[in-house]
């Protein structure tokens, strides 16, 4: 039914660090190029980082140097590693799946994380 389930959200301190995580129960995880999003009060929803099958990434301005995003296919899992966090990183993350041939898409339900200054 959720196919995706995200956790590791929460308060976090200027300069902090925090780890999300999203657990995928899909078929063939390795076939789907992932992602994390976030989505500010009043803003719109945007990329954060995607990581293909094949392995490349694409990460927003804002976030490379500080956010890093990683897969183990054996635990289906996705992760965000975050540093460095600054009060502008506060938002909504989702995690996303998209299996390569566009057959199927899933969204996480969002974890918030709030960066207090």
């Known amino acids: 039914q959720v196919q995706l389930a995200e956790s590791g959200g929460g308060l976090v301190q200027l300069g902090g660090s925090l780890r999300l995580s999203c657990a995928a129960s899909?078929?063939?995880?390795?076939?789907?190029?992932v992602g994390w999003y976030r989505q500010a009060p009043g803003k719109q929803r945007e990329l954060v980082v995607s990581?293909?099958?094949?392995?490349?990434?694409d990460y927003a301005d804002s976030a490379n140097g500080r956010f890093a995003i990683s897969r183990d296919n054996a635990k289906k899992t996705v992760y965000l590693q975050m540093s460095s966090l600054k009060p502008e990183d506060t938002a909504v993350y989702y995690c996303?799946?998209?299996?390569?041939?566009?057959?199927?898409?899933?969204w996480g339900q969002g974890t918030q994380v709030t960066v207090s200054s």
């Open positions: 899909v078929s063939s995880f390795s076939s789907y190029n």
């Open positions: 990581l293909s099958v094949t392995g490349q990434t």
């Open positions: 996303n799946a998209n299996r390569f041939d566009g057959l199927y898409s899933y």
